[in-house]
């Protein structure tokens, strides 16, 4: 069987909390397409999505508020696995609530 | 792909690659070719050519069945599937489109002989590509020639995503 469960903990502890660029407020903000800075919400929204929709225009923007490309590469990742996170766990929950009923 | 993974990897690429490889082959009762198959199809609605074709490449060398390949990515209520596999990839489908799913949805699929290990082991299939196709897009993967799609394929039949 497999077991991701490890190894998706660790991914998101170090994007979240390790060392980074970024401040861990913004890549906690990114994660969670919330509370975000005017300059990075439509890139964070598009991220998590509609990504195939990401312009240059998008992360110009990020770029011209100060962000660093790294500070930028840091927030996409944090987007991205924070929306795959939401989808996971919300599978998870529908599957543990068709179960629990049996 | 390979420029992504290898980009300031601690952050990112070394624990990716730890998940990627227990999703697509660690111990499962999915064979390779049936989790290559749920990439490709969350690739492909996910609209990332990059990762639909390089999967797509996998799936096709792993079972050497092109024609059920396609069929999948482009009908897959009429492809030449078992039904668990069908009820699985339906799931994906809605979950990678809609962003979430249903316990009606999840009772589908237990009714269509899926078993709870099998719905955890394809959503961690989801949870990569998810991943990794929103972050193909927003890099602007270019897409390899089939040449090179090929050699790809080899290499993660052989090696995995370690």
Avoid at chain 2, 19 to 27: D, I, L, N, P
Avoid at chain 2, 61 to 83: F, H, M, N, T, Y
Avoid at chain 2, 118 to 132: C, K, R, S, W
Wanted: charged letters at 25%; aromatic letters at 6%; a neutral charge.
């Amino acid at each position: 069987m497999t077991n991701i469960g490890q190894q998706r903990k660790a991914l998101t502890e170090r994007i979240l909390d390790g060392a980074g660029t970024a401040s861990p407020s913004e890549r906690r903000a990114a994660f969670e397409n919330t509370g975000l800075a005017e300059s990075v919400r439509t890139l964070i929204q598009k991220v998590a999505t509609q990504a195939t929709a990401v312009s240059d225009h998008d992360v110009a923007m990020a770029r011209a508020s100060g962000l660093t490309e790294d500070q930028i590469f840091e927030i996409v990742v944090c987007a991205a696995v924070g929306q795959s996170t939401r989808q996971y766990d919300s599978a998870r929950a529908a599957l543990d609530s068709a179960t629990s009923k049996e | 792909m390979i420029k992504l993974i290898g980009y300031r990897p601690d952050f990112f690429g070394v624990h990716m690659k730890k998940v990627t490889h227990e999703a697509m082959r660690g111990s499962s009762a999915w064979s390779v070719v049936d989790r290559e198959l749920m990439a490709a199809l969350v690739s492909r609605v996910n609209v990332c050519e990059f990762c639909i074709k390089a999967h797509t490449a996998v799936a096709v060398r792993a079972c050497g069945d092109e024609p059920k390949v396609a069929a999948v990515l482009s009908d897959l209520e009429a492809a030449p599937i078992s039904e668990p596999l069908r009820a699985t990839l339906r799931m994906l489908g809605k979950l990678t489109r809609e962003q979430t799913v249903t316990a009606d949805d999840m009772r589908s699929m237990l009714a269509a002989g899926v078993t709870p290990q099998q719905i955890e082991d394809a959503l961690a299939v989801g949870f990569a590509f998810n991943t990794i196709n929103r972050l193909a897009e927003t890099f602007a993967f270019s897409i390899p020639g089939s040449k090179a799609l090929d050699a790809g394929a080899k290499f993660l039949l052989a090696h995995g995503y370690r």
